[in-house]
């Protein structure tokens, strides 16, 4: 990525996985209280005792975003869709035009037994640049945008936390401009955006500008990796 720091991927990783380290010691994987002497953010009252939560990402263009996370284990269902424009009906025409205000998102349905929601927001800044204003690589425009629409308030505060934390940590030359803002809405995208990869492996788009995040997210988050999906 053009704005990054010029650092090996070890580092990198090591030092968003010390971040996570310490938020851990912080709080339980599940969602218990947080400690004021280490982190004081405080946790919401809802219980995280449901067995699949819900979170809405943004990160460029969805087919990318959905192809790393279907093989993320803990993640029971992904699927394509806008969220964060005018609140009338959103389809693939109006929301390419910029014009809506959508982002191309995915909503990512995931067991918290298996994943935590730190693990999630770690997959998500490290498969893209979240450091670029509405664009990721040839993808320009706000519906392009990284963003990150919570549920709830320990969503909202998970990320305003890493996200705080990452900006001082410097990996990045320049500032993170993920948005981090309440979810209102969900569209789901036509049927031929779902399981984009899967469904057109070969073409240009997935192999030139898919594949190669599929292959880091990989090299990255080996232990993150589905069964099915291993070699």
Not at 3 to 27: E, K, N
Not at 136 to 158: L, M, N, T
């Amino acid at each position: 990525m053009t704005h990054m720091r010029t650092v090996s991927a070890i580092y990198f990783f090591s030092a968003f996985l010390l971040l996570a380290m310490l938020a851990d010691t912080a709080s339980a994987r599940h969602g218990s209280a947080l400690s004021d002497q280490t982190n004081p953010i405080s946790t919401p009252a809802q219980s995280y005792m449901a067995k699949e939560n819900q979170v809405t990402l943004g990160a460029g263009c969805f087919w990318c975003v959905e192809a790393v996370f279907k093989r993320v284990e803990g993640v029971t269902n992904v699927v394509s869709g806008y969220s964060g424009g005018r609140k009338d009906e959103a389809s693939y025409r109006i929301v390419s035009t910029g014009q809506t205000n959508h982002a191309e998102v995915i909503q990512v349905t995931y067991d918290p037994d298996v994943i935590s929601f730190d693990a999630i927001l770690q997959i998500f800044w490290r498969t893209h640049d979240p450091t670029t204003l509405n664009r990721q690589g040839a993808d320009v425009g706000p519906q392009y945008r990284s963003v990150i629409f919570y549920h709830d308030d320990f969503q909202r505060e998970r990320a305003e936390y890493f996200k705080n934390k990452l900006d001082e940590s410097g990996i990045f030359d320049d500032p993170i401009v993920t948005e981090i803002t309440p979810f209102e809405s969900f569209y789901e995208a036509e049927e031929y955006h779902q399981n984009y990869f899967e469904n057109n492996p070969d073409q240009g788009y997935c192999q030139i500008v898919i594949r190669p995040k599929i292959d880091k997210f990989k090299k990255l988050f080996e232990e993150k990796l589905r069964e099915e999906y291993r070699p």
